[in-house]
């Protein structure tokens, strides 16, 4: 398999649920990001990973529970959301530009998403 | 700050037409990057260019070509003869130099009706 890939692609759960998004990338990347897309809005940035450390959370509710067990996979832990957390969810991977000189191949390349309803 | 703007919300096109989409970008670093992203109905967001801020050439791939000026702070993104599989949301994105942050435009939305 290759690429940026997402699981589940659609989620509907109640805002009691507990649930877990999964990202996995097979480009050798040292750089993972989670990404919030919502309805007329701007993609934004939640969370950052380099080397498996968090370099960077924008300021995102602790709703939203990011795990990065190794360089190639990230979770996103979901619990007690709102109705307002509905959007499509986007991962992607990159080399790290600093470890790359900061004008290396930095690319980011995304998976196909998962579409979160919450209820 | 760092911003990037995608004045055009929809652009709706007949098949074969050619179309331009625009992005004007606010920046104050000297070292910066400019993407362009595809996101079809499919939801994943397909990477189609990157640029630094050190090269103003112009390019062109197949029916795809950019224009980057630094004087006016655009790059813009035209496919020629288009077709209908190009109708999608296309993003322009923008990184600084001293981070891995990309910035986001709005997005527009082409629809190339056959």
């Known amino acids: 398999e290759t690429g940026v890939t997402q699981t589940p692609r659609h989620l509907v759960m109640g805002m009691t649920n507990k649930k877990s998004l999964k990202c996995e990338q097979h480009?050798?990347?040292?750089?993972m990001y989670w990404y919030k897309q919502s309805a007329k809005k701007p993609l934004e940035l939640m969370f950052v990973?380099?080397?498996?450390?968090?370099?960077e959370n924008n300021s995102v509710p602790s709703r939203f529970s990011p795990e990065c067990p190794n360089s190639s996979h990230l979770f996103l832990h979901l619990h007690t959301l709102q109705p307002e957390d509905s959007a499509l969810y986007l991962c992607?991977?990159?080399?790290?530009?600093?470890?790359?000189?900061?004008?290396?191949?930095?690319?980011?390349?995304f998976g196909p998403g998962t579409r979160l309803t919450v209820l | 700050a760092q911003k990037v703007t995608q004045a055009q919300t929809e652009i709706s096109v007949v098949e074969k037409e050619d179309v331009t989409l625009d992005c004007v970008y606010e920046?104050?670093?000297?070292?910066?990057?400019l993407f362009w992203y595809k996101q079809p109905p499919s939801g994943e967001l397909v990477f189609l260019i990157r640029?630094?801020?050190?090269?103003?050439q112009n390019e062109i791939s197949g029916r795809y070509s950019w224009n980057f000026q630094k004087s006016t702070s655009s790059f813009n993104f035209t496919i020629t003869a288009s077709q209908v599989v190009d109708s999608a949301v296309y993003f322009c994105a923008l990184r600084s130099g001293a981070t891995n942050k990309l910035i986001f435009g709005t997005g527009t939305l082409l629809a190339v009706q056959p």
């Open positions: 990973y380099s080397l498996e450390e968090r370099v």
């Open positions: 480009l050798g990347h040292n750089a």
């Open positions: 992607a991977s990159s080399p790290y530009p600093r470890v790359a000189g900061g004008r290396g191949t930095d690319t980011q390349y």
């Open positions: 920046t104050r670093d000297t070292t910066y990057y």
């Open positions: 640029r630094n801020s050190f090269d103003e």
